[in-house]
């Protein structure tokens, strides 16, 4: 027997619904769903150690539900090219729906106009509908349910209705009363519906591995007193690796030897570049600076924070606790109960109170048409297309239904700071002259030293002198200190800039000026200092400035009834006390890396129940994953942050947070009116039929009736 951990490839899984019942049909095989893991993002499944089954009765187990499996390796768990049965899924459905347009087409030829042809169907004419047309609408259906079938199939053997056993039931009743084309378009649009599902999470499968991008493919290993390239995968834990001036770290490690400024964004969120010295560690994915370094190999490529972030999107996304469809909910007792009485309505008059077959038999067909949910089903999704296309207007990206419905019962959220509730690049907020130096002397010399360096404070400093219209001519013979600053001449003289270590290093710091640079160094600012010779001319200190509106958004909030606003990030705990005193928030938690913001955000689900984590970098895209509803800042979010959240604001506007969580309880509002409209038709044609006083013509007459109302209502979403 077979009990070692195996992993295998699952082509099919695409939603959480076909991860539960993965582990109805497989739990039982391998001992219990506690021996299975999965991983949606890459369609991995996970069989732990001690498992009590082979690996074909696995196989046999999966190819049941209608999905099927491979052992997992390397090239099919990864790469840019869709799957075989994406690919077959994708031609199948393009099929379906070139031969219902065909089988229509054939229809309007032999009918002699639209509408004769649109109307034939479930009118007793059903003898008018050329056989041409008739197979050609066989065929789509079976092309669009090639995939559907199975789980229909599953899902009444197990008697658990779900959404393919919907649509499978309403296809063949559809056919059963002549609605051949209704039952052609039904499977067509559900074929499409779980194509376009398969290319989203694909898209999201990508992204992720373009986090892998974020390191370089081979490792500048230090060797004979030289550099080898090798692959990351090959470097050991302990050996040393070159990084040059401009590189990306390729592995996690310890500085040796060197100095320089790290922009760490992309893994820890930090808004300024972080000088590491000898003894401090890096991180795989980071970008040096103006410095060359030593490296020592601290962690191997496969347990990099980098990548224990792309393990945890993969492991979050299965744990998601999203609601389920409410289309799928509705199935499992309404399809059951409709087929229970329409059978009981065909069988015990006839048998039990002498009624006609035929009369009976028709007011079962009649129950069965009434019964289709076609405004029901259409109730909840048209509505949910306005709400998504108006907040696309207002600057919100929504990835789905059910993530428009969510921020109308959020009770917390959590927001990361660089990027999100500030600029996300550092600028100058204070100007400070001293010793008798103006502060247009302080900006010119500023820019003439400045203009000399590629260091992104430099580049912040420049813009505002520019900005303030200071004129001003570059330094000459400029020489840069890592860490600490650097020197240039000016009309002659020869003049620094630097950190505040930099400035005591130059004996020009008195005992107000240092309590000065404590204060803002307290306060999360930069300081950069500027003299000549002992002579301080003065100080410019920068910061990553918070948005105007951040403060505003949260009185939204809070009054929208999101009661707890919290603040998460990689930050220094003096920044983000400073952001948090500058915008109202009490709730910080500071210096997190992405694994204690992927814990903070389990806490705060534990307590609240309906979370949101709304951020912008690579490392946030755990959080988000695992947070009830992730939100990212689409303008300036990386990729993967942005793939893998479920709303993206397209201009990092801020203020659409609070319009998000209105525009959700409206939605809510039309959804709920809609499906009390549709089920009170259908409770009332119900009464109709056991009287004998609804006709098939009146059913669909009345069945698209609501139809229509339900999507008119639905529509006023687009005002909102």
Not at 220 to 236: F, I
Request: charged share 15%; net charge neutral; glycine share 10%.
């Amino acid at each position: 027997m077979n009990t070692r951990r195996r992993t295998f490839k699952v082509h099919g899984m695409d939603c959480a619904e076909e991860v539960a019942t993965l582990k109805r049909e497989v739990g039982p095989v391998v001992g219990g769903e506690e021996h299975l893991a999965f991983d949606l993002l890459n369609a991995k499944m996970i069989v732990s150690e001690g498992a009590s089954a082979s690996s074909e009765a696995i196989l046999k187990a999966v190819a049941s539900t209608g999905m099927n499996a491979e052992p997992w390796r390397e090239s099919a768990g990864s790469g840019h090219e869709k799957s075989g049965r994406q690919k077959v899924q994708l031609v199948l459905t393009i099929f379906s729906g070139g031969l219902t347009a065909l089988a229509f087409g054939l229809h309007i030829w032999s009918s002699g106009g639209f509408h004769e042809a649109l109307g034939a169907e479930g009118m007793g004419h059903v003898h008018r509908i050329p056989w041409a047309s008739k197979g050609a609408y066989l065929g789509a259906m079976f092309a669009a349910c090639w995939f559907i079938a199975p789980k229909a199939w599953l899902s009444a053997r197990r008697l658990r209705p779900d959404m393919n056993l919907l649509m499978v039931i309403a296809i063949l009743g559809a056919i059963s009363i002549g609605e051949w084309f209704e039952a052609a378009t039904v499977a067509f649009l559900f074929a499409v519906s779980n194509a376009l599902e398969g290319w989203s999470l694909s898209r999201a499968r990508r992204a992720v591995e373009a986090l892998m991008d974020l390191t370089p493919t081979l490792v500048q290993l230090v060797k004979n007193g030289g550099s080898t390239p090798v692959r990351p995968e090959e470097v050991s834990v302990g050996a040393l690796f070159h990084v040059r001036p401009g590189e990306r770290v390729p592995l996690d490690g310890l500085v040796l030897q060197g100095t320089s400024a790290l922009n760490q964004a992309p893994i820890t969120g930090e808004s300024m570049p972080v000088t590491k010295v000898p003894g401090e560690e890096v991180f795989a994915g980071s970008i040096n600076g103006d410095g060359a370094l030593v490296i020592e190999c601290s962690r191997p490529a496969s347990d990099t924070v980098l990548a224990r972030i792309i393990r945890m999107i993969g492991e979050a996304s299965t744990k998601r606790a999203a609601s389920e469809q409410w289309v799928d909910r509705f199935a499992k007792v309404y399809t059951p109960v409709v087929m229970v009485l329409a059978l009981l309505v065909a069988l015990v008059p006839p048998l039990m109170l002498g009624g006609i077959w035929g009369d009976w038999f028709y007011r079962a067909l009649v129950l069965l048409v009434i019964a289709c949910p076609c405004a029901l089903v259409i109730s909840t999704p048209v509505s949910i297309v306005a709400g998504l296309a108006s907040a696309a207007r207002h600057g919100a990206l929504v990835k789905g239904g059910m993530y428009l419905e969510i921020p109308a019962h959020l009770k917390a959220i959590a927001f990361d700071k660089t990027g999100t509730l500030t600029e996300g690049h550092p600028s100058v907020v204070q100007v400070v002259p001293l010793n008798g130096h103006t502060k247009l002397e302080l900006l010119r010399v500023a820019g003439a030293m400045e203009s000399q360096s590629d260091h992104p404070l430099a580049r912040a400093i420049v813009a505002h002198v520019k900005s303030q219209g200071v004129a001003f001519m570059p330094a000459q013979d400029f020489q840069a200190f890592q860490g600490k600053g650097a020197t240039a001449f000016l009309n002659g003289s020869a003049h620094w800039l630097g950190s505040h270590r930099f400035l005591e290093e130059q004996g020009a710091e008195s005992p107000d000026v240092h309590a000065q640079l404590e204060s803002l160094d307290a306060d999360g600012r930069t300081v950069v200092a500027f003299g000549v010779g002992r002579e301080l001319i003065g100080f410019l200190a920068l910061a990553d400035a918070v948005r105007p509106t951040t403060a505003s958004v949260f009185q939204n909030l809070r009054g929208a009834g999101v009661e707890h606003l919290v603040l998460l990030t990689g930050d220094n705990k003096g920044t983000a006390q400073a952001v948090g005193r500058q915008v109202g928030l009490t709730e910080i938690q500071a210096e997190l890396m992405p694994e204690d913001k992927v814990k903070a955000i389990e806490a705060l689900v534990a307590k609240y129940g309906q979370v949101a984590m709304i951020g912008d970098g690579v490392n946030d895209a755990p959080a988000m994953a695992r947070a009830t509803l992730g939100i990212a800042m689409g303008a300036m979010g990386s990729d993967a942050a942005v793939e893998t959240a479920d709303i993206a604001l397209m201009n990092d506007d801020l203020t659409r947070i609070p319009w998000l969580v209105n525009h959700s309880h409206r939605t809510l509002t039309v959804i709920r009116q809609n499906i009390t409209f549709a089920l009170a038709v259908k409770a009332l044609f119900v009464v109709l039929t056991m009287v004998g006083h609804a006709s098939l013509w009146s059913a669909i007459a009345a069945d698209m009736g609501a139809s229509l109302l339900v999507i008119f209502n639905g529509l006023r979403l687009l005002k909102a």
